[in-house]
């Protein structure tokens, strides 16, 4: 089956009026005066199940293993009780048209029953969009996804992101980057069209890049380069935008855990993945089986985890550890976890607070650095595996000879990883003031 051009009923004739499309609502600024977007599909039900082996694939974007990282190692701790494993596939230069053509062999050996795309940035040639453009990358996406369909695998189709405010410095032709984004939002437009056919998953990973470029350079200024210094390969906190796009489209619940203490009682219990030790007089013992999402660093830099996090609601979304106080008697009260301690009024308290969000550093902060560590190594031995392994002098000498010795080699590194996920036993002290 390939797409018709006369079903891309926006992107491939972009010159139709905006009042003829059911386009998004976008604010009054100049930065957005030159897209018309169409409404993302929201995700309806939990894309992950139990077992999930997820493959995450895309071009030297996904490459750079940060939001790929970044998606494994929230599903090893803030989802454990799923078991899912998953690959990374980057690979640099390619096209949905590229990944095709290796899909195959790279991929679909190895039975992903879930798998994520991030293609486009490559596809629209760097140059101003063009009906043929749009029409060559939805025939090769929508080939992309009938292949993971064909073979059983649930697919989330990726969008690609923005680019930076400058033009990369390879453009074969003169192009702005307001060019640039419009070609790469006629894309996204694209996947929409495809998924809404082909009833998939659809992660909208270029407007939150979009939105949040356009913010961080209002509020830091054109040094902030959500995008990358090369307008491309975005920093950890373009990363941390593109991995929140694609677990809010796989629709992760976001609920890490909630701590309950009853001053007047003398009580405390936990929610799912974590065990009350003790409690005496304030001083709540937890023995956590699962982790929050721990990042640390300046709000004002690209290159900062914690900066990323601030510009999407990670935090409220995905990265939810409630602390919930009932029957207070002062007003306010301090509360210390770990090495921090902050101020709350009793209100505050009686609703709930995110400690994932108020503690960047907290008692998770090492273990969590750990499994990440883990995680990092495993990641990069799979673009070698791929790469080099399977494309290079061994597979090409006998392929299931390197798969089978390339895997073994793997499955000490994801062992690496469980051996590093080990539980935290933290206390959290409530203090009146």
Partial sequence: ??????????????????????????????????????????????????????????????????????????????????????????????????FLKRMTNDVLRFDPTVATTCYGMNDHQYRPYEPRIGEWYASNMLDVVLAFKSVGTRVVLGSPGCMGMKPAAWHRVPVTASQDNFGLSMLRNIDIEIAAGERTG?????????????????????????????????????????????????DTPGDIGTFTVDLGANKAKASEGHKIVSCTNGAVTIESHRYPFCADGPADSSDSLRAGMALVPFNRDLNRLMLVVKHTKAKNYKVTWGATSRDYTAAALAKGVNLADDFAANPFSAAFAAVDDAVAKKQAFETKQIKQQFHGDAGKADMEKTVADTEAERATLVAAIKAAFVPVTHTITITPE
């Fill in 1 to 98: 089956m390939k797409i018709s051009p006369a079903c891309l009923l926006l992107t491939v004739f972009a010159g139709v009026s905006a009042a003829a499309q059911p386009f998004m609502a976008l604010p009054a600024d100049s930065n957005f005066a030159a897209l018309r977007l169409l409404p993302a599909p929201a995700a309806h039900y939990p894309v992950l199940r139990t077992g999930d082996r997820l493959a995450i694939c895309g071009d030297s974007i996904t490459e750079q293993k940060m939001y790929s990282r970044i998606m494994e190692t929230y599903i090893t701790v803030a989802l454990p009780e799923l078991g899912v494993s998953v690959r990374q596939f980057g690979w640099g230069g390619e096209t949905a048209e590229g």
């Fill in 202 to 250: 659809f992660a909208d990973v270029f407007w939150p890049m979009y939105k949040a470029e356009v913010e961080a350079n209002a509020r830091f200024g054109t040094n902030f380069a959500l995008a990358g210094r090369d307008s491309v390969h975005p920093g950890w906190a373009g990363h941390v935008v593109m991995a929140y796009s694609f677990l809010k489209a796989l």
